[in-house]
């Protein structure tokens, strides 16, 4: 799963949300790092509504501004739970692995 | 939003299917001026340009889930590495026989030439690590200065015949255009990220495509290669490339990644041997109607389903 889809689908695992606010919760859960435009989110939705992993929760008109909501189905939601769990396990693997790293010193004026 | 703005918004929003912009049109302008508001110019810029992309991309069928853009995004490895290679082996080629050339206007001459090889190159490494938005900057860079180098030949003061001058330098710079614009069109989201497969594939190609190219000396023997073997060279891969139409991946995405080369290096003979383009027609219009079936008979049929051959 791509950084933008993970990032989209946690965005929603809460609560439904409509495009701008998932604009905003992907920035807040990268913290700044992703800025999502809007173009490259409605391709990203549209991806999703294909697939399955999302569909729209419901349709208002908000001060006289068109508004759709997004929310997981339960197949995205599966996805997202096993793209966790895997993420979880190589982070896992990852801290084990630094824990018993045995660091060797830097050898001056060798070739790297 | 101001008057340019939301002119600009509807510009933008214009690119869209129609259908979609009327079920949707409303929802983006509304998110876009939330995401703007304070904004500078510049990140308005941005925005509207990938607001349009994303709408020129579902005008032409080159989205992530769009058969146009898989056929793409799973060409893109063998077209980064077709480039790259053929790139490579025009340097070389043009190395052995002129070497490097010395100062003044014979560098300056060559600047574009080498460009485009370079950035040819270097788009293909970039590939091969995954750097996709990378690889896909440098094969433009590399289509610019082949189109540079087309017009500054073809408009040369000694130059009796640009059309003939365009279409012979065509052979050697147009598969890294038509490249170029393949790798342009694959949807971000539906690249690969490399595994040894794509690498494979990558360095297979990059091998392959130069040794192709210049073991039988395809560019400079046309007299020898009857025509129809040379049409044959353009349809096949062509029709190849369409049977994307049904789902049939593994037999498309090679046809499209050898087309742009096929096409470049086979246009000036036969548009010679033919004694002028016009005559082409008829084997053109053939090739059209082979096509339009070709794609009718995909549409009434449906695209292949699970079973379908696909490479993914």
Redesign the interface.
């Known amino acids: 799963m791509q950084e933008p889809t993970l990032l989209l689908l946690t965005a929603l695992a809460d609560a439904p949300r409509h495009g701008y606010a998932l604009i905003q919760e992907i920035a807040a859960i990268s913290d700044g790092r992703v800025k999502m435009r809007t173009g490259t989110l409605y391709g990203a939705l549209d991806r999703l509504l294909g697939q399955g992993l999302i569909e729209v929760a419901a349709e208002e008109v908000v001060d006289g501004r068109a508004r759709r909501t997004y929310a997981l189905t339960d197949a995205g939601r599966g996805a997202l739970a096993t793209e966790a769990e895997r993420l979880r396990a190589v982070a896992t693997e990852a801290e084990r692995r630094l824990s018993v790293a045995v660091v060797s010193p830097r050898v001056r004026g060798a070739f790297a | 939003m101001s008057d340019a703005t939301v002119f600009a918004v509807r510009t933008a929003l214009a690119l869209y299917p129609g259908r979609y912009r009327r079920e ?1 049109g ?3 302008a ?3 001026a ?2 703007t508001a304070g904004a500078g110019p510049m990140a308005k810029i ?2 509207l340009f ?6 020129l ?1 579902m005008r032409t069928g080159l ?3 769009s058969a146009g853009g898989r056929l793409a995004a799973l060409a893109a490895p063998l077209v980064a590495g077709a480039a790259g290679g053929l790139a490579a082996g025009q340097a070389l080629l043009g190395y052995l026989e002129s070497g490097v050339p010395h100062g003044g206007w014979g560098l300056l001459h060559f600047l574009p030439y080498w460009a485009l090889l370079g950035a040819a190159m270097l788009s293909a490494v970039a590939a091969l690590l995954g750097r996709w938005t990378m690889a896909k900057a440098l094969a433009g860079v590399s289509a610019l200065a082949a189109v540079v180098e087309l017009v500054w030949v073809a408009t040369r003061p000694e130059v009796t015949q640009p059309l003939w001058v365009f279409l012979e330098s065509f052979q050697w710079d147009g598969p890294f255009v038509l490249w170029a614009l393949v790798l342009l069109a694959a ?1 971000k ?1 539906g690249l690969p ?1 490399p595994s040894w497969r794509e690498r494979g594939l990558l360095l297979a190609a990059a091998a392959l495509t130069p040794v192709v190219a210049f073991a039988d000396n395809v560019y400079t023997s046309w007299y020898h290669l009857d025509r129809q073997w040379r049409a044959l060279m353009i349809v096949v891969p062509l029709l190849m490339a369409l049977a994307v139409v049904r789902g049939w991946y593994l037999v498309a995405v090679p046809g499209l990644a050898a087309l742009p080369w096929t096409f470049s290096v086979n246009l000036h003979a036969l548009w010679q041997q033919e004694g002028g383009a016009w005559k082409l027609l008829p084997m053109a219009g053939l090739t059209v109607v082979a096509a339009v079936a070709l794609v009718l008979v995909g549409r009434r049929r449906g695209p292949a389903g699970p079973g379908g051959r696909q490479l993914a």
């Open positions: 949707r409303d929802e983006l509304v998110v876009f939330d995401t941005q925005e990938d607001l349009g992309a994303y709408g991309r989205t992530s889930t949807p989201e990220v």
